[in-house]
């Protein structure tokens, strides 16, 4: 687990109505607890012994018990019907994620003095939720047995870590947007709405902390690193000391800044005048520390970068930023991709950047110069790229959007990285995502996306559905790769 992203330790209160015996619901969570401890261990719950029945005395004294835990997130479990006053005020009163989950009934011998009704008092918890307007999670069946509910707490954490993670970060930048980078704005109420400190710095700010630590002492430690990292791919060893003194630059900068935040991402300029004044590109560095779990965005892409950092807390693992960049060439596809993978030409595209994405993500890897940025520039100012293709597999292409007049948006997709040579520079990889061309076209374009979409490696969409559902992103605003059969508003139905 990096240290970039919370841990989720998730309070469990069982709720009762009088009318109910007590013992159900006491009985019930002991049951679901046990069932979650055998199948996932203890460390993430904790078994609140009091159980709240009508008194709102009890949810206060649920709310200081879990808050003594260490809770930072919390399962409100209606082991029957359950007040539906005192458990959606524990629910306001929690200052985490919370979530609502509910009993099913044991057994056609007990359905007397056994029966619960925790499905219809479900139903009117959702209400009180509304009526308090308090976010929750709710799974899509949130009714079940023991084993069941601990399935669901269990999907519950990554999204608990995403949402306690935007509520405690800060989003550090570094320069305005390149010119003719309007695509990747960044309105800033909606990073406040969200809980999101931001910090924007001037590329001078940066420039001069990169100089005051030139001579580092540490500098020849972080080389050995990054040498012992890029292994027969360290191609350009003249520029290491550069980096190593930047990547040095940048986590001070954090451990400096980030106030009383507990984790950090950063948005940064790498271009037109990065080059000419640092005498590098910044890609390397970025990869390295998106690798430690400190998601780095290119091009000053705030949105970008907080998307990463999403897709971090629910992953646990590294994530990367590309550019949905080009199609596949006709004759790569002919030859490589249909005769062996059931995609359509159009399900395929290829998503690239100059050489921010870690290492461990690579087939292989080689520090080079930025070929693009050298089509303008001396070749020796634009070293500091990582190129490889990117390794085959499950990913999840996502992002988060504020848009010029803030409304958010979000957009999911799970695909896959296919075993197919890119033949091209950067760090890139051949995509295919059912239904691509659709989505590009009624999703990325309709609704405004930047060219920057942020890449998890694996297939995480439900849980990046449910919390940009649970942060504030109306429904009807989370875009996906809809089938066929499924039109989007927007779609012509004559095509």
């Not at 704005?185 to 001078?204: C, D, F, K, M, R």
């Amino acid at each position: 687990m990096f240290t970039n992203i919370p841990k989720a330790k998730v309070g469990i209160v069982a709720v009762s109505r009088d009318c109910f015996p007590a013992s159900l619901a006491i009985n019930r969570r002991k049951a679901l607890v046990e069932a979650y401890t055998a199948k996932y261990g203890a460390e993430d719950i904790y078994e609140c012994p009091v159980c709240i029945i009508e008194s709102e005395i009890q949810m206060v004294e649920a709310l200081e018990d879990v808050k003594k835990a260490g809770c930072n997130a919390l399962v409100v479990y209606l082991g029957n019907f359950g007040p539906e006053i005192s458990e959606t005020l524990l629910a306001k009163h929690f200052e985490g994620p919370k979530m609502f989950v509910a009993a099913a009934e044991e057994s056609q011998g007990d359905l007397s003095d056994g029966r619960g009704d925790a499905y219809c008092g479900m139903l009117n918890a959702s209400y009180n939720l509304r009526l308090r307007q308090v976010r929750a999670y709710i799974p899509e069946y949130p009714v079940g047995t023991a084993k069941e509910c601990a399935d669901m707490i269990h999907e519950f954490l990554p999204i608990a870590r995403a949402v306690i993670g935007l509520s405690k970060l800060k989003l550090i930048t570094f320069g305005p947007r390149p010119n003719n980078f309007l695509a990747c704005n960044a309105p800033i109420q909606q990073l406040y709405n969200l809980g999101v400190e931001i910090e924007e710095n001037s590329e001078l700010d940066l420039f001069e902390s990169f100089n005051n630590h030139a001579g580092d002492a540490r500098i020849p430690e972080v080389i050995a690193d990054m040498e012992k990292e890029l292994g027969k791919g360290n191609k350009k060893p003249e520029v290491l000391e550069k980096l190593a003194q930047y990547e040095l630059t940048l986590l001070d900068w954090i451990e400096k800044h980030k106030g009383y935040r507990e984790y950090v991402c950063i948005a940064g300029k790498c271009w037109p005048a990065f080059q000419t004044q640092f005498k590098f590109v910044p890609c390397y560095v970025n990869s390295r520390l998106t690798g430690r779990g400190i998601p780095v965005s290119c091009e000053v892409d705030v949105y970008g970068a907080l998307s990463e950092f999403i897709g971090t807390c629910i992953t646990g693992e590294s994530v990367t930023l590309l550019d949905i960049n080009n199609s596949v060439p006709d004759d790569m596809y002919m030859e490589s991709i249909r005769p062996y993978f059931g995609y359509t030409h159009t399900d395929t595209f290829m998503g690239f950047h100059c050489g921010n994405t870690c290492s461990s993500r690579l087939v292989s890897c080689e520090m080079k110069y930025q070929k693009i940025m050298a089509r303008n520039l001396p070749v020796e100012v634009t070293n500091g790229t990582l190129e490889g293709d990117i390794a085959p597999g499950d990913i999840t292409f996502f992002r988060l959007q504020s848009t010029s007049d803030n409304i958010l948006r979000a957009y999911v997709a799970e695909g896959e990285i296919l075993p197919v040579a890119t033949k091209s520079f950067g760090g890139i990889g051949v995509f295919a995502i059912k239904e691509m061309g659709r989505f590009y076209r009624h999703v990325l374009i309709e609704k405004g996306y930047p060219h920057h979409g942020a890449v998890a490696f694996g297939h995480f969409g439900k849980a990046l559905f449910e919390v940009f559902k649970y942060i504030g992103v109306a429904q009807d605003e989370i875009g996906w790769n809809q089938p066929a059969s499924l039109p989007y508003k927007s779609e012509n139905p004559f095509r």
